[in-house]
């Protein structure tokens, strides 16, 4: 079992920056690739950004590339989301999840294991 827990959510102006954290525990997290999920009212769960387990390969939504940046720190035991020039559809509640390792970021939520019960985002125009 991996628990994770999200933080660093809350609100902002639009084209300002927020960085996510994800905290895990339970199993060795270096075993396992990382990714970043987000849910906006009404709207299904979408993929945003994964990590490989090693921090090697990463993948972005288009809607997000070169404005987000995943990152980990295995010996904090910690995956993160740098988010800058934020726009107010970026607006949503944003979930880490956590599936075994392999050599490719996942981007499909099927794929993933363990959630966190996610961080809310909003950004005002």
């Known amino acids: 079992q991996v628990q994770l827990v999200e933080s660093g959510g809350g609100l902002v102006q639009a084209g300002g920056s927020l960085r996510l954290s994800c905290a895990a525990s339970?199993?060795?997290?270096?075993?396992?690739?990382m990714g970043w999920f987000r849910q906006a009212p009404g709207k299904e769960r979408e993929f945003v950004a994964a990590?490989?387990?090693?921090?090697?390969?990463?993948s972005y939504t288009d809607s997000v590339k070169g404005r987000f940046t995943i990152s980990r720190d295995n010996a904090k035991n910690t995956v993160y989301l740098q988010m800058n020039s934020l726009k107010p559809e970026d607006t949503a509640v944003y979930y880490c999840?956590?599936?075994w390792g392999v050599g490719v970021p996942q981007v499909r939520l099927a794929e993933y294991n363990y959630w966190g019960q996610g961080t809310q985002v909003t950004v005002s125009s």
């Open positions: 339970g199993r060795i997290f270096s075993n396992y690739n």
């Open positions: 999840a956590a599936t």
């Open positions: 990590i490989t387990w090693n921090g090697y390969s990463t």
